[in-house]
């Protein structure tokens, strides 16, 4: 028997604006009033309220995360004749950032249990590496579904090979790795404010995170089109990188509330595990790490049946990723084959992720869970 039912949503971003809608409403409205939209004081106060959060000596707030990708890679001087390593199973602005400077993506395999960068697999790849196809330069950690990358493992290999680390945090804002805030490893961290994001805004957002003087100066710069002492006066290539000013009001309103948001999604996704443990393969966090949550994310070789089953009673689910980048028609050019990455051609075929968001009530997710060991079953 089906029951037809309202849809739910898969991430609720209603109930977290219905909690601090005055809030929004009067930073939106200061914003109005002063009618400074670009670069305007909402930018610098959101600024330094992200790198107190982090703990870096800079945040440099920008217009999204493939576009903070994008600046670190050129603050860092990388182009053509460069190769730089990350996983292949990530959101395709992990490559492209790389890909768009003119350097080579190098696809490293991940863990099967954390689903990020495996750092034997990254060695094996740079002990194995023909410096014909692009001179390593440097490699890209992502915090995949919102956990921390092996930090400690990739900066040691990093150091060894003489590499830069710019980590991709875009999922993992507000997670935790050895007692510090992700964004806070690497040379460079970049995140996004997406609205599905741990810490979203309403249109496109991100930051980059450093501590050294001359890569914030170069991010400075070319977050306003390489602009040198005046905005008239251009000492590279840039971009037009900024964070709208509107979105700077909403962003501090919503950080307000991080911390308590965070530990919501955490006491939502040991919920899922405690009750999914056995029916489907339920997510892995090493020790001493903490995740933001952006997905509970499950594996199941039953994958498309639950799915199905799910939709019919309007559950919700998504699939990221369903396609692996290094088979991805864009990135055919680098000549990868099918079979040549089998973990993360692995999870592709068998991980889906379920509503993840603080405001998911025990109910609701009561019958999430009922529904997907029910659909195992059936
Ligand atoms: C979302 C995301 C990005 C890009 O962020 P946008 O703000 O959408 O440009 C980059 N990397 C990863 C891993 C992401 O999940």
């Known amino acids: 028997m089906t029951t037809v039912v309202d849809k739910l949503p898969f991430v609720d971003l209603k109930a977290q604006q219905k909690r601090i809608r005055k809030k929004l409403e009067e930073g939106v409205l200061r914003v109005l009033d002063h009618g400074e939209y670009i670069l305007g004081p909402e930018v610098f106060e959101l600024e330094e309220r992200l790198k107190d959060f982090v703990g870096t000596k800079y945040c440099i707030s920008c217009s999204n995360g493939t576009d903070a990708l994008l600046m670190a890679l050129m603050a860092l001087g990388i182009g053509p004749g460069d190769a730089v390593f990350l996983p ?3 959101f395709v602005a992990t490559a492209e950032a790389v890909a768009l400077v003119g350097a080579r993506p190098v696809f ?10 495996d750092p034997r697999s990254l060695r094996d790849v740079l002990l194995s590496h023909s410096p014909d196809l692009g001179i390593p330069k440097g490699i890209i950690p992502v915090d995949l579904f919102g956990q921390p ?10 150091t060894e090979f003489n ?3 710019i980590s991709d945090a875009a999922q993992s804002f507000g997670g935790v790795y050895h007692g510090k805030r992700t964004c806070a490893f690497g040379d460079i961290a970049t995140t996004s404010f997406f609205p599905a994001k741990p810490l979203g805004c309403y249109g496109d957002g991100g930051a980059i995170f450093c501590n050294d003087d001359l890569i914030a100066e170069k991010l400075l710069s070319i977050r306003v089109h390489g602009q040198g002492k005046h905005k008239y006066e251009n000492i590279r290539l840039g971009i037009n990188g900024r964070l709208d000013t509107i979105q700077a009001a909403v ?5 307000e509330i991080l911390e308590e948001e965070l530990k919501a999604r955490e006491n939502i996704a040991e919920r899922y595990s405690l009750r999914l443990e056995g029916g489907v393969v339920t997510p892995f966090i090493k020790p001493k790490r903490n995740s933001a949550w952006a997905q509970y994310s499950v594996l199941s ?5 639950i799915i199905k089953k799910l939709s019919s009673v309007g559950i919700p689910t998504a699939i990221y990723y369903p396609l692996p980048l290094h088979v991805q028609e864009a990135f055919k050019y680098l000549g990868y084959r099918a079979g040549s990455l089998p973990v993360t051609e ?3 075929n ?6 993840m968001h603080p405001y998911l009530d025990e109910l609701t997710q009561g019958r999430i869970v009922e529904s997907v060991l029910g659909s195992i079953n059936d």
């Open 346 to 348: 692995r999870l592709c």
């Open 350 to 355: 068998e991980i889906f992720s379920l509503p």
């Open 88 to 90: 292949a199973f990530t």
């Open 251 to 255: 962003l501090i309103a919503k950080l």
């Open 163 to 165: 590499l830069f680390l």
């Open 108 to 117: 490293i395999d991940v863990d099967e249990r954390t689903f990020n960068m």
């Open 149 to 158: 990358a092996d930090y400690l493992e990739l900066s040691q290999i990093a």
């Open 301 to 305: 070789p039953q994958r498309d049946l």
